[in-house]
């Protein structure tokens, strides 16, 4: 099996900063892309931010300027550095690894509140 741990996630005021991590381990069979999706409260899960093996990033466009989503492949983990955060962005983040022949991992997912 795969395990997929996130961390990094919780409560800050509009403008601040958190940095999420998500590290996968286990049996990787290999991975093609990571990426983060969001789901606020009644709304379905949405894309924040994807980055391939090869480094090719794709963004929300509202996230474009304020995310960064970066990767360490040697350790299997996505990074999403997020800034400026603002209230809209208050939601349960969701890690993906995805992979090419493999099932797809979805991490726990981790609260980030973001307060006016």
């Known amino acids: 099996q795969v395990r997929v741990v996130e961390s990094g996630g919780g409560l800050v005021q509009a403008g601040g900063s958190l940095r999420l991590s998500c590290a996968a381990s286990?049996?990787?069979?290999?991975?093609?892309?990571m990426g983060w999706y969001r789901q606020a409260s009644g709304k379905a899960r949405e894309l924040v931010a994807t980055?391939?093996?090869?480094?090719?990033?794709n963004y929300a466009d509202s996230v474009k300027d304020r995310f960064t989503v970066s990767r360490d492949n040697a350790k299997n983990t996505v990074y999403l550095q997020m800034n400026s955060l603002k209230p809209e962005d208050t939601a349960v983040y969701y890690c993906?690894?995805?992979?090419?022949?493999?099932?797809?991992?979805w991490g726990q997912g981790t609260q980030v509140t973001v307060s006016s």
């Open positions: 286990g049996n990787i069979i290999g991975i093609a892309a």
């Open positions: 980055i391939t093996s090869g480094g090719t990033t």
């Open positions: 993906l690894i995805h992979q090419i022949g493999a099932p797809d991992y």
